[in-house]
Every structure is written in structure tokens, then in C-alpha cells.
């Protein structure tokens, strides 16, 4: 049982470079997130899909977009990079289920951007 | 939005010892509070949590206490072991319809042998 997977581990663009950060998970989840994690300012909601075929902004979604390609998969994409996105960036799912009920996150390992 | 505080940002402590994070919230209309723990090149794993019905919840060397009047909520560790050694992220959703959790801005804690 993998959880949620991240590819890839690792990646360096160049300014105005676009690429597509990829997140699955096995664990049935209808919610699903990505977070941005920088020095000092702790985890960063970016978009999240709060069930299939619905995606939603967070906190930070500026340069970003996002595909729920199924209940599976949901990935992120960086249309034009900017150094301002250098971070490690992480997915996460839950089972989100009633409306005002909580439920854990469960992330994957990351992926380190770094844009020069 | 909701507005998370986290404090220390850094926590040294021996081997054995106990170990405190605090964390403060502004929405007072919270109801869960979960505590996570990212170790080196991983993704945070939540640790404990707590709803706002009860007032402490304990796991093992774990503990969660929550004061919904003061609106903060902290995480005990005690006889601390150099495996505790990580970084710790509260969080507190911020509901707008749809459960989103806003992170404080983490705690590196250190325990030496």
C-alpha cells in the first residue's frame, strides 16, 4: 500500500520552463491538496479538489493550475517558472467526506523545484 | 482566514526530558486541531489529534491539550528519545464549506543523547 506518491523526487528548471508535478494515491480518498512548504513559513495551501472532477484556489495559487485527472490522480502545473517557486511542494489526500467533519491529511514524500 | 501561530520555532532538549509546542488560533469556530511530524526529506505524518469536545487526549509519550476559551492548543512529548527529533507543524482547519488546514509555521525540535 504506497499511500500517496510524488514524482518526480527532484527537479531544476530554468526561469519561464513549464512542467507538471504528478500525485496519486491508492487509498480511495475524495479530497485531495497541494501544499508548498518554504523556510520559515510552514505549509502552504495552493489548490485543492474536493472531490473528482472539482478543483478549487487555496492560499497561494498564483502561476499555478491543476488537473483532478481522476479519483487517482491530481496534478499541478507550472505554466511559465519563476524563482519564486523554488520550494518543495507536497500533495495530500483525505477522506473528506460531511460537510464540517475533519479528517487527516496523509502526504506524500515531495518533490524539491528548484527554478534558477 | 484563519490565522495560526506557532511557538518556539526551535526546541533543544536532553534526552529524557519533556518537550512542549504551543499553538494559537483565531477562528473560534475551530473544532479540530491535529498535530504533525515531518521527519528529514519526508512529508509531515499526522501524530495526534483532538476535537473541541474534549479537553486532552493522550498516546502513549504523546499528549494534545486544547483551551478553546484561550484558543490555543499544545503538544506534550515527554521522556523525549533522539528518534522525537523532527520538525512539528500544528494546524487548524479553516472552513469555508469545505475542510482546508491552515499550518503554523513549524517546530524543530532536538534531543540529544
Known amino acids: 500500500n504506497a499511500g500517496v506518491t510524488q514524482t518526480p523526487k527532484f527537479q531544476v528548471l530554468k526561469t519561464g520552463q513549464s512542467m507538471t508535478l504528478q500525485c496519486a494515491q491508492d487509498?480511495?480518498?475524495?479530497?485531495m491538496y497541494w501544499y508548498r512548504q518554504d523556510p520559515g513559513m510552514g505549509l502552504r495551501l495552493i489548490y485543492y479538489?474536493?472531490?473528482?472532477?472539482?478543483?478549487d484556489k487555496g492560499e497561494v495559487p498564483n502561476g499555478y493550475n491543476v488537473s483532478r485527472l481522476n479519483k487517482r490522480e491530481f496534478s499541478l502545473r507550472l505554466e511559465s517558472a519563476a524563482p519564486s517557486q523554488t520550494s518543495v511542494y507536497f500533495c495530500?489526500?483525505?477522506?473528506?467526506?460531511?460537510?464540517?467533519?475533519?479528517?487527516?491529511?496523509?502526504f506524500g514524500n515531495g518533490t524539491r523545484l528548484t527554478v534558477t | 482566514g484563519e490565522n495560526v501561530e506557532q511557538h518556539p520555532s526551535t526546541l533543544s532538549v536532553q534526552e529524557g526530558d519533556s518537550a512542549v509546542i504551543k499553538c494559537t488560533y483565531s477562528?473560534?469556530?475551530?473544532?479540530?486541531f491535529p498535530w504533525y511530524k515531518q521527519e528529514l526529506g519526508k512529508g509531515p505524518q499526522l501524530i495526534i489529534d483532538?476535537?473541541?469536545?474534549?479537553g486532552e487526549k493522550k498516546d502513549q509519550r504523546i499528549a494534545v491539550t486544547l483551551n478553546k476559551t484561550a484558543k490555543h492548543f499544545s503538544l506534550h512529548i515527554t521522556e523525549t528519545q533522539p528518534e522525537d527529533s523532527a520538525v512539528y507543524f500544528c494546524?487548524?482547519?479553516?472552513?469555508?464549506?469545505?475542510?482546508?488546514?491552515?499550518f503554523g509555521t513549524g517546530t524543530r525540535l532536538l534531543v540529544s543523547p
Open positions: 495530500a489526500s483525505s477522506d473528506q467526506g460531511a460537510a464540517g467533519y475533519n479528517s487527516p491529511l496523509h
Open positions: 487509498m480511495n480518498h475524495n479530497s
Open positions: 479538489s474536493a472531490s473528482e472532477g472539482t478543483t
Open positions: 477562528d473560534s469556530a475551530s473544532n479540530y
Open positions: 483532538i476535537r473541541s469536545n474534549v
Open positions: 494546524a487548524v482547519p479553516f472552513n469555508t464549506g469545505f475542510q482546508k488546514l491552515v
